[in-house]
């Protein structure tokens, strides 16, 4: 069965700090997606980045960038120079399937950033 | 364009009685998943459709949980005999099936049961 992990609960930092958020996945499947999602205040779940497991380039867009290594079974988000408007919780995600009963998300406990003006 | 929609957003009711939560999809996803949010237990999944295939029930919770999808569109997700620890969260999400599986996240239905 698959599992996401999200070790850190709760980060505070203040404002134009750099933040990485962390997420290690268990999963027997050999390929697998990983997501992060980003809850704001007003509660809607909003789509952030899906990778592949056999896609292991890292990405930036704009602040944000993902690492993803399949070595340590992580995939860590990064927030560059972090604005209050970043203040939300985030989830990181895991699903075994493009399509199918397995394309549902495990998801991780979640981790509450909070940024300080 | 419109994106998922949920109703009611919230809903108080009393211990016993049963609730109905709805969800619209985006237009044309073939695929609809309900979620539930919860304090204790995080995101947890429920229930998933996918066009007229026979739905994966494996996430509910008990036998007093059950969903349907009426013509492949909106979904109906019903508790019958609410109890105290059903209250949460309840999430839809729909996505275009064979497409990287985005998951696109409806508001949310706030259940609260006295």
């Known amino acids: 069965a698959q599992k996401v992990t999200q070790a850190q609960t709760e980060i505070s930092v203040v404002e134009k700090e750099d933040v990485t958020l962390d997420c290690v996945y268990e999963?027997?499947?050999?390929?697998?997606?990983l997501f992060w999602y980003k809850q704001p205040p007003s509660g809607e779940l909003v789509f952030l980045i899906r990778r592949n497991s056999f896609d292991e380039q890292n990405e930036i867009s704009g602040r944000y960038s993902w690492n993803f290594q399949k070595s340590t079974s992580s995939f860590n988000f990064t927030i560059t120079a972090s604005q209050v408007v970043d203040s939300a919780v985030y989830f990181c995600?895991?699903?075994?399937?493009?399509?199918?009963?397995?394309?549902?998300?495990?998801f991780g406990k979640g981790i509450t950033l909070s940024v300080r003006p | 364009g419109a994106g998922v929609s949920q109703s009611p957003s919230n809903k108080v009711t009393e211990k016993g009685k049963d609730v109905e939560l709805r969800c619209d999809p985006i237009?044309?996803?073939?695929?609809l998943y309900w979620y539930r949010q919860s304090l204790g237990q995080g995101l947890e999944f429920l229930i998933y459709?996918?066009?007229?295939?026979?739905?994966?029930k494996s996430g509910l919770p008990s036998d007093r949980f059950s969903a349907e999808r009426t013509g492949g569109s909106v979904s109906t997700l019903t508790i019958q005999r609410t109890q105290q620890e059903d209250s949460a969260v309840y999430l839809c999400?729909?996505?275009?099936?064979?497409?990287?599986?985005?998951?696109?996240f409806g508001p949310g239905t706030r259940l609260t049961v006295l």
């Open positions: 999963t027997r499947d050999t390929t697998y997606y």
């Open positions: 995600a895991l699903s075994e399937s493009w399509g199918g009963a397995n394309s549902k998300l495990t």
């Open positions: 237009s044309g996803h073939t695929a």
């Open positions: 459709f996918q066009g007229n295939s026979a739905p994966d």
């Open positions: 999400a729909s996505s275009l099936e064979g497409q990287s599986n985005e998951q696109f």
